[in-house]
């Protein structure tokens, strides 16, 4: 399988311009290499997360989907402090996820200060987080559906360039295409099915996450590190390590076995 992370020996003598537009292409490798066999929404999701956190000009990222009564839920964050402020943004029903949902449309916020008459709770919580730079969330949308959003974090003020826009909504655009495709590919399987499992295997990751964290002595966002890379080197769904993790102690202390060179690189 195709992994972004799987790129530093082959780059490293590379110049940075050159490095970035490897691991770009790897990325859209990647997550078309996804939609080939054993789709997994979560995982989907997951890996657009994660491209985006290393390709673009960002601190955090978060993405939120619809269920099937039009509510929005998290769906992947890249850190615990993320998929606090997706939480609050679809809690409340306030913030730039939930207008770039409703519109279909990318809404960006160089500067919180000049959101906090829009979103004065979302701009509030921002602040008690410590994330005070610009955020802007584009969406998950195909032919003008759209059911989902990313959410992009900097801590520092100043909106993204236009060249990480444009990458960003492509590569939406691409985990999109994934999602949407399982739905026809599976006639039988409408949307709001596909995305409560995804939300169900979500529910099995945090329990998996607290199970790792508890039992190796991590941090939240270190026991899903530890998730995903084991997840990735044995080729196997998020979502089915995480179930083995809460339920057999045996794969809990595989996925806590030192991290090996190959792990590293994932």
């Not at 691991?23 to 996804?34: G, K, W």
């Not at 066999?37 to 960002?58: I, K, M, N, P, S």
């Amino acid at each position: 399988m195709s992994d972004v992370h799987g790129l530093p020996d082959q780059v490293g003598n590379r110049r940075p311009r050159d490095v970035r537009e490897a691991r770009t292409i790897a990325a859209f490798v990647a997550l078309a290499d996804s939609l080939a066999e054993r789709f997994d929404v979560v995982d989907q999701l997951d890996r657009l997360a994660g491209h985006c956190a290393e390709l673009l000009d960002v601190d955090a990222v978060g993405v939120v989907l619809l269920d099937g009564h039009d509510h929005l839920r998290v769906a992947a964050s890249t850190d615990e402090q993320t998929d606090w402020m997706g939480l609050f943004q679809v809690e409340v029903g306030e913030g730039p996820a939930v207008d770039c949902v409703r519109s279909g449309t990318a809404v960006g916020v160089p500067d919180p200060a000049a959101g906090a008459a829009r979103w004065p709770g979302f701009v509030e919580a921002l602040s008690r987080g410590g994330v005070l730079g610009a955020v802007h969330a584009l969406p998950l949308r195909l032919r003008g559906e759209t059911i989902g959003a990313v959410s992009l974090f900097r801590r520092r003020p100043g909106g993204l360039s236009e060249a990480d826009l444009g990458l960003g909504q492509a590569l939406a655009d691409v985990a999109t295409i994934g999602v949407l495709a399982e739905r026809t590919a599976h006639r039988g399987q409408v949307l709001a099915e596909q995305l409560k499992t995804a939300l169900n295997s979500r529910v099995a990751i945090e329990q998996a996450k607290g199970v790792l964290a508890q039992r190796g002595g991590l941090t939240l966002d270190a026991a899903f590190d530890r998730l995903r890379r084991y997840a990735r080197s044995h080729d196997r769904r998020l979502a089915e390590i995480a179930t083995e993790v809460v339920g057999t102690d045996l794969v809990a202390d595989d996925v806590l076995g030192p991290v090996t060179v190959a792990d590293r690189e994932r």
